[in-house]
T-cell receptor
Framework: NAGVTQTPKFQVLKTGQSMTLQCAQD?????MYWYRQDPGMGLRLIYY???????DKGEVPNGYNVSRLNKREFSLRLESAAPSQTSVYFC?????????????FGPGTRLTVL | DQQVKQNSPSLSVQEGRISILNCDYT??????FLWYKKYPAEGPTFLIS?????DKNEDGRFTVFLNKSAKHLSLHIVPSQPGDSAVYFC?????????????FGTGTRLLVSP
């Protein structure tokens, strides 16, 4: 059981470049999430997917798009990267997405936009 | 507007003593609270949670206390161990959203010295 995996671990982009961050979970969880972590800001929700086939905006969705490819995979795309998107990105999954229950996090992707 | 606040960025404790990490929230609709621990270069890992119908939840060395009237929760670690040195995030969610969308605090860095 790998849990939640993310690729790549590190990435450096130039302003305006695009990239997709990949996330997969093998726990048969229904709900998946993308967060970003910035110094002094905690973790902020970018997008989430309550179940396969659905996606919704979180607190900070501007500049991002997501795809819930299947139950296992949830990708985050930056179409035109900006320096303000320099951050550590975490993917998480949760069994049912209901009120209670823990979210399981991946190891993170550290992204630098120059 | 920070709905979940961790006002102490850091805390230093000696091994064997009690660590008390605090968290305040402003949104009275929050009714489920979690604590996560994060080591450098890893994703957050779930530690303990509490529902608003309780005022205390214990799991081994970790106890979470909830004071709804004060909108305050705390995490007690007894006894503290050097391996507990990490960043601790509190998080909250509201039943009215119908779905678990966590709002995180900014984190407290705990250092437990031998």
């Amino acid at each position: 059981n790998a849990g939640v995996t993310q690729t790549p671990k590190f990435q450096v982009l130039k302003t305006g470049q695009s990239m997709t961050l990949q996330c997969a979970q093998d726990m048969n969880h229904n709900s998946m999430y993308w967060y970003r972590q910035d110094p002094g800001m905690g973790l902020r929700l970018i997008y989430y997917s309550a179940s396969e086939g659905t996606t919704d905006k979180g607190e900070v969705p501007n500049g991002y798009n997501v795809s819930r490819l299947n139950k296992r995979e949830f990708s985050l795309r930056l179409e035109s990267a900006a320096p303000s998107q320099t951050s550590v990105y975490f993917c998480a999954s949760c069994l049912a997405g209901g009120l209670e229950g823990e979210q399981f996090f991946g190891p993170g992707t550290r992204l630098t936009v120059l | 507007d920070q709905q979940v606040k961790q006002n102490s960025p850091s805390l230093s404790v000696q091994e064997g003593r009690i660590s008390i990490l605090n968290c305040d929230y402003t949104n009275s609709m929050f009714d489920y609270f979690l604590w996560y621990k994060k080591y450098p270069a890893e994703g957050p890992t779930f530690l303990i949670s509490i529902s608003s119908i309780k005022d205390k939840n214990e799991d081994g060395r970790f106890t979470v206390f909830l004071n709804k009237s004060a909108k305050h929760l705390s995490l007690h670690i007894v006894p503290s161990q050097p391996g507990d040195s990490a960043v601790y995030f509190c998080a909250a969610s509201a039943k009215r959203t119908g779905f678990q969308k966590l709002v995180f605090g900014t984190g407290t860095r705990l250092l437990v010295s031998p």
